[in-house]
Protein backbone atom coordinates (compact mmCIF):
# COMPACT_ATOMS: atom_id res chain seq x y z
CA UNK A 1 0.00 0.00 0.00
CA UNK A 2 1.45 3.84 -1.10
CA UNK A 3 0.23 6.71 0.67
CA UNK A 4 -0.02 9.95 -0.79
CA UNK A 5 3.53 11.29 0.27
CA UNK A 6 4.82 8.26 -1.95
CA UNK A 7 2.73 8.68 -4.91
CA UNK A 8 4.04 12.08 -4.78
CA UNK A 9 7.70 11.33 -4.49
CA UNK A 10 6.86 9.15 -7.87
CA UNK A 11 4.60 11.58 -9.96
CA UNK A 12 4.83 14.83 -11.08
CA UNK A 13 1.62 16.16 -9.71
CA UNK A 14 1.61 17.80 -6.53
CA UNK A 15 0.01 19.48 -3.56
CA UNK A 16 -3.50 19.77 -4.01
CA UNK A 17 -3.33 18.90 -7.86
CA UNK A 18 -2.45 15.14 -6.86
CA UNK A 19 -5.58 13.34 -6.72
CA UNK A 20 -4.81 9.61 -5.94
CA UNK A 21 -4.28 9.09 -1.74
CA UNK A 22 -3.70 5.39 -2.17
CA UNK A 23 -2.66 2.99 -4.33
CA UNK A 24 -3.53 -0.68 -2.98
CA UNK A 25 -2.20 -2.53 -5.57
CA UNK A 26 -0.09 -3.09 -8.87
CA UNK A 27 1.16 -5.73 -11.68
CA UNK A 28 3.12 -5.09 -14.65
CA UNK A 29 -0.07 -4.22 -16.52
CA UNK A 30 -3.08 -2.48 -14.25
CA UNK A 31 -2.71 -0.48 -10.72
CA UNK A 32 -5.42 0.22 -8.05
CA UNK A 33 -5.89 3.52 -6.70
CA UNK A 34 -8.20 5.25 -3.89
CA UNK A 35 -9.09 8.59 -3.48
CA UNK A 36 -11.66 10.68 -1.57
CA UNK A 37 -10.43 14.35 -3.29
CA UNK A 38 -13.50 14.56 -5.31
CA UNK A 39 -14.98 15.40 -1.89
CA UNK A 40 -12.45 18.74 -0.98
CA UNK A 41 -13.87 22.12 -1.11
CA UNK A 42 -10.51 23.11 -1.82
CA UNK A 43 -10.17 21.01 -4.84
CA UNK A 44 -8.40 23.11 -7.73
CA UNK A 45 -10.21 21.06 -10.98
CA UNK A 46 -13.24 22.25 -9.41
CA UNK A 47 -15.28 25.06 -11.26
CA UNK A 48 -18.43 26.80 -10.37
CA UNK A 49 -18.98 24.68 -6.92
CA UNK A 50 -19.19 21.28 -8.46
CA UNK A 51 -16.33 18.67 -10.06
CA UNK A 52 -17.02 17.55 -13.30
CA UNK A 53 -17.16 13.82 -14.34
CA UNK A 54 -14.10 14.57 -16.93
CA UNK A 55 -12.15 15.13 -13.99
CA UNK A 56 -12.44 11.43 -13.57
CA UNK A 57 -10.23 11.64 -16.60
CA UNK A 58 -7.08 13.06 -14.62
CA UNK A 59 -7.51 11.26 -11.61
CA UNK A 60 -6.95 7.92 -14.10
CA UNK A 61 -4.04 9.44 -16.44
CA UNK A 62 -2.29 10.48 -12.74
CA UNK A 63 -3.01 6.30 -11.83
CA UNK A 64 -1.45 5.83 -15.13
CA UNK A 65 1.67 7.81 -14.66
CA UNK A 66 2.12 6.32 -10.95
CA UNK A 67 1.80 3.29 -12.97
CA UNK A 68 4.58 3.59 -15.25
CA UNK A 69 6.39 4.72 -12.26
CA UNK A 70 6.26 1.89 -10.06
CA UNK A 71 6.82 -0.75 -13.20
CA UNK A 72 10.30 0.93 -13.90
CA UNK A 73 9.28 2.25 -17.15
CA UNK A 74 12.73 3.90 -18.60
CA UNK A 75 10.42 5.69 -21.13
CA UNK A 76 8.12 7.10 -18.45
CA UNK A 77 11.01 9.04 -17.10
CA UNK A 78 11.21 11.47 -20.29
CA UNK A 79 7.46 13.10 -19.16
CA UNK A 80 5.05 13.44 -21.16
CA UNK A 81 1.33 14.84 -21.89
CA UNK A 82 -2.24 13.40 -21.94
CA UNK A 83 -2.43 13.26 -25.82
CA UNK A 84 -5.76 11.94 -26.35
CA UNK A 85 -9.03 11.21 -23.86
CA UNK A 86 -11.21 7.78 -26.22
CA UNK A 87 -14.56 5.78 -25.21
CA UNK A 88 -15.52 8.47 -22.83
CA UNK A 89 -18.15 6.44 -21.12
CA UNK A 90 -20.15 9.07 -18.03
CA UNK A 91 -22.99 7.57 -16.25
CA UNK A 92 -22.89 10.56 -13.74
CA UNK A 93 -22.10 14.34 -14.61
CA UNK A 94 -20.34 15.19 -11.27
CA UNK A 95 -18.09 13.28 -8.93
CA UNK A 96 -18.37 15.56 -6.18
CA UNK A 97 -21.59 13.45 -5.05
CA UNK A 98 -21.23 12.51 -1.00
CA UNK A 99 -22.56 9.02 -1.94
CA UNK A 100 -19.96 7.90 -3.39
CA UNK A 101 -17.46 7.92 -1.03
CA UNK A 102 -14.04 6.62 -1.91
CA UNK A 103 -13.44 6.29 -5.49
CA UNK A 104 -12.02 3.32 -6.74
CA UNK A 105 -9.35 4.16 -9.60
CA UNK A 106 -8.31 0.71 -12.02
CA UNK A 107 -5.77 1.78 -15.01
CA UNK A 108 -4.65 -0.92 -17.26
CA UNK A 109 -1.85 -0.88 -19.57
CA UNK A 110 -2.82 -1.75 -22.84
CA UNK A 111 0.03 -0.49 -25.18
CA UNK A 112 3.40 0.74 -24.70
CA UNK A 113 6.38 1.93 -27.70
CA UNK A 114 8.96 4.36 -27.19
CA UNK A 115 6.37 6.89 -28.22
CA UNK A 116 3.97 6.75 -25.77
CA UNK A 117 1.33 4.59 -23.88
CA UNK A 118 -2.54 3.83 -24.31
CA UNK A 119 -4.28 3.27 -20.58
CA UNK A 120 -7.71 2.01 -20.42
CA UNK A 121 -9.14 3.22 -17.57
CA UNK A 122 -12.75 2.64 -14.56
CA UNK A 123 -13.68 5.04 -11.79
CA UNK A 124 -16.30 3.01 -9.44
CA UNK A 125 -18.20 4.42 -6.47
CA UNK A 126 -17.55 2.95 -3.10
CA UNK A 127 -20.52 0.85 -3.52
CA UNK A 128 -19.60 -0.17 -6.83
CA UNK A 129 -21.44 1.73 -9.33
CA UNK A 130 -19.54 2.54 -12.35
CA UNK A 131 -18.79 6.13 -12.48
CA UNK A 132 -16.65 6.68 -15.63
CA UNK A 133 -14.45 4.67 -18.25
CA UNK A 134 -12.27 5.29 -21.37
CA UNK A 135 -9.08 5.12 -22.54
CA UNK A 136 -6.01 7.80 -22.54
CA UNK A 137 -3.47 8.28 -25.04
CA UNK A 138 -0.19 9.49 -23.18
CA UNK A 139 3.36 10.86 -25.69
CA UNK A 140 6.04 10.91 -24.03
CA UNK A 141 8.59 13.86 -24.99
CA UNK A 142 8.03 17.27 -24.76
CA UNK A 143 5.19 19.05 -26.88
CA UNK A 144 6.43 20.76 -29.81
CA UNK A 145 7.01 24.68 -30.04
CA UNK A 146 3.83 26.02 -32.51
CA UNK A 147 5.84 27.34 -35.33
CA UNK A 148 4.11 30.16 -38.01
CA UNK A 149 4.37 28.77 -41.21
CA UNK A 150 5.69 30.78 -44.75
CA UNK A 151 2.92 30.72 -47.48
Known amino acids: ML ?7 RIPHQG ?9 SWSTEV ?6 A ?12 RLDVLVGAEMAMQAAALHGALTGSQTCHKGGYLAALRDLLSQCDRLDCPEYGQL ?7 QMDSAGMVYGFTIHSEPGGLLLQGRG ?4 GLIPPATDAAV
Open 3 to 9: GRAEIMA
Open 38 to 49: HLCADNPYRYGG
Open 137 to 140: TVMF
Open 31 to 36: LRAHTM
Open 16 to 24: ASCLIETCS
Open 104 to 110: QIDVTRE
